[in-house]
């Protein structure tokens, strides 16, 4: 009988440490991408992060981790960590504009919050900047009405172009 009991309450310790180190881990699965091409974004830098002293570049958090995304743009985040509430996209190197969280098919804001004991899946969009171009011609120097052609052409994921002609003065 006393065996039994001593089995028990063994029994029962070890699922009371097995329940309470699961509420802690963190597992975050999901991908860096450009959603109008639909490729992965390598390198990303993603931080998870706990309340911590306020400093200039987290705010009021402190680094747990970071994580970067593979050639594919897939990252993945386990770790134990009681404290841990945020997930943030980090550096992108000034190459992408960030658009944000999308999780369950809504868009989160800028940080993803972070739910303990359970997998969770989410993407983050971001986008290349542009470049845009513009070429000045002057195509004739008849004096006070010259004719100069401007022509735009803005080199992002819509390859919009547009010429147009305006009259300036002089040569």
């Given at each position: ?15 009371l ?30 931080w998870?992060?706990k ?40 550096d ?35 986008v ?44």
């Amino acid at each position: 009988m006393k065996k039994l009991i001593k089995l028990l309450i063994g029994i029962a310790i070890l699922s009371l440490f097995w329940t309470c180190g699961k509420k802690r881990q963190v597992k975050i699965e999901g991908k860096v991408y450009n959603p109008i091409t639909q490729e992965g974004i390598s390198g990303a830098e993603l931080w998870l992060l706990k309340p911590g002293p306020i400093t200039e570049y987290y705010g009021g958090y402190e680094r747990v981790t970071t994580v970067y995304s593979d050639a594919s743009g897939n990252f993945k985040v386990d770790v134990k960590s009681g404290s841990a509430e945020i997930l943030r996209l980090g550096d992108m190197h000034g190459e992408y504009y960030k658009i944000g969280w999308y999780q369950n098919g809504e868009q989160l804001p800028s940080d993803l919050p972070v739910e303990k004991g359970k997998t969770m899946h989410a993407d983050f969009y971001a986008v290349p900047y542009g470049e845009l171009k513009l070429d000045i011609n002057n195509i004739n120097c008849s004096g006070p009405a010259d004719t100069m052609w401007f022509r735009n052409k803005w080199l992002g994921y819509t390859g919009f172009e547009s010429s147009y002609s305006t009259p300036r003065t002089g040569c």
